[in-house]
Structure formats: structure tokens, C-alpha cells
């Protein structure tokens, strides 16, 4: 077990390649080897969301905020891939 002082790690805005809307990342938990896990707390503000090419995407409501927990586990550096983003007609059609 490993105990993180509260604000020892910031928070980091999601990246505009990943989002649309504001979005900050709260880091949880680190892989440390030979884990391949971490996770970190989402949190997407009012109209924030993903990508639709996914089996699914995440996003807020227009008013109201989202947060998740997410826990990736990664294979070669790798833990999500990426597809393009929701659009706002798409976005508005839920």
C-alpha cells in the first residue's frame, strides 16, 4: 500500500484530443510494476464529454456534472484508444 498526501498530485485538464468541454483528471492510483493498472478519477463538467466510436462514451448532461472512476489497464504502454470525438449534433440527438 502506498499513501498519497491530499494535493500531492494535481489535477491535469483532459487533453482537447480526447474531449470536448472542460475535463480534469485526478490521478488515483499509479501501475507500478509489475502492476498494469491504474486509475484516476474524471470529472467532466456540464456538456464535457468522449469519443461515440467507442462501445460507449462518457459525458455530462448541459447542466449537470459527471464524474467517473476509471481504471485502465495497459498492454504495451498502451491503455484506451482513441477515437474520434462527440460531436455537438451528436451530442444533442441523446
Do not use: C
Request: glycine share 10%.
Amino acid at each position: 500500500m502506498e499513501i498519497q498526501r491530499s494535493g500531492s498530485r494535481p489535477s491535469g485538464k483532459g487533453p482537447v484530443d480526447w474531449f470536448t468541454g472542460t475535463v480534469r483528471i485526478d490521478p488515483l492510483f499509479a501501475a507500478n510494476a509489475p502492476a498494469r493498472a491504474a486509475g484516476n478519477a474524471v470529472t467532466f463538467e456540464p456538456g464535457a464529454r468522449t469519443e461515440p466510436g467507442e462501445k460507449h462514451w462518457h459525458g455530462a448532461t448541459p447542466t449537470t456534472a459527471l464524474q467517473h472512476i476509471a481504471i485502465n489497464e495497459a498492454l504495451d504502454g498502451k491503455a484506451v484508444d482513441w477515437l474520434e470525438k462527440v460531436s455537438d449534433e451528436q451530442y444533442n440527438r441523446r
